[in-house]
């Protein structure tokens, strides 16, 4: 009787271990997409969107002067 008293105890946490390692597991994937979303997509974006918003302010400066 001990012993399965202990077994099930046992089992219990490690049911609640799982259920812990889980959320972390989608907390890193999560954390991981935001990452690529908001730092890789815009570094990637930066060489075709720099070029035109450089023209432009250089552009405006000349037509000022």
């Known amino acids: 009787m001990e012993l399965e ?3 099930l105890n046992l089992e219990e ?9 889980e959320r972390l ?3 890193f994937f999560w ?3 935001l990452t ?3 730092v890789i997509i ?3 974006l930066l060489p075709f969107v720099l ?4 023209s432009g302010l250089t552009g405006a400066g ?3 002067i």
Not at 13 to 21: H, L
Not at 51 to 54: G, I, K, S, V
């Open 25 to 27: 597991r989608k907390y």
């Open 62 to 64: 000349i037509e000022g």
């Open 51 to 54: 070029p035109t918003a450089l």
């Open 31 to 33: 954390t991981g997409v």
């Open 42 to 44: 815009p570094l990637l």
């Open 5 to 7: 008293k202990r077994i």
């Open 13 to 21: 946490k490690i049911d609640k271990i799982y259920i812990s390692v």
């Open 36 to 38: 690529i979303l908001l």
